[in-house]
């Protein structure tokens, strides 16, 4: 089944405990992002990456970090999270244009 | 950045009935999506319209676009219970396949 893994679903960290999100995909899809929902902001990007070793910051880049060392993984690194990283965190990978969404990860740091 | 605005922001209706919100953007697109959300979980891609479409059809979804107003609509006909959920727009402007989502409709379907 073609899909998108996001792991872990739930998280509850602490401030500064680093901590990284896990996103697979079995597509051999070249286009993979990450995203964050909050209420009444609609997704917003953090990260993209066109290939393996090709990243760039999207629109909400500042306090996380991604690599891309083999096509199907894309994880996300919050080397120090803070409270305002509480969120709802979604990777995608593309077929052109259409996104295919992982099942979510609720982080909440407190 | 938020390109795409969907109005209403809410939305309840009876089963059975049709449903429809609109989506407003501010710059040039090459596509435009819609995509479903159920309750926290992950979104779902409905249906792709591309600028040079006017209107498209998927089972009980209907689609227009009118790239003059830089708006769009997507309509739910004799709608369901499973229909509850939310609805977002993403627009992508760029080659890069970067998507910009609106805030999203929330549509209550009753029983």
């Known amino acids: 089944e073609a899909q998108v893994t996001q792991n872990p679903r739930y998280l509850i960290t602490v401030t500064g405990k680093k901590l990284t999100v896990t996103c697979s995909q079995n597509?051999?899809?070249?286009?993979m992002s990450w995203y964050r929902q909050d209420p009444g902001l609609g997704l917003r990007q953090i990260y993209y990456s066109m290939n393996v070793e090709v990243t760039d910051k999207g629109d909400v880049p500042e306090g996380y970090k991604v690599s891309r060392k083999e096509k199907r993984n894309f994880p996300l690194i919050l080397e120090s999270p803070s409270p305002n990283q509480t969120s709802l965190y979604f990777c995608a990978s593309n077929f052109g244009s259409q996104a295919f969404f992982g099942q979510g990860t609720r982080l909440t740091v407190v | 950045s938020q390109q795409g605005e969907e109005d209403p922001q809410a939305l309840s209706i009876q089963e059975g009935e049709n449903a429809t919100m609109n989506c407003s953007y501010k710059t040039s697109i090459n596509n435009l999506q819609w995509y479903r959300q159920n309750s926290g979980r992950g979104l779902v891609h409905l249906i792709l319209i591309r600028s040079n479409e006017r209107e498209k059809h998927s089972g009980r979804l209907r689609v227009t676009l009118d790239t003059s107003k830089k708006s769009s609509s997507l309509l739910i006909t004799a709608s369901r219970a499973a229909d509850t959920a939310s609805y977002f727009c993403?627009?992508?402007?760029?080659?890069?396949?970067?998507?910009?989502f609106g805030a999203g409709t929330t549509v209550t379907v009753r029983a």
């Open positions: 993403a627009t992508d402007a760029r080659n890069d396949y970067k998507l910009s």
């Open positions: 597509m051999n899809h070249e286009y």
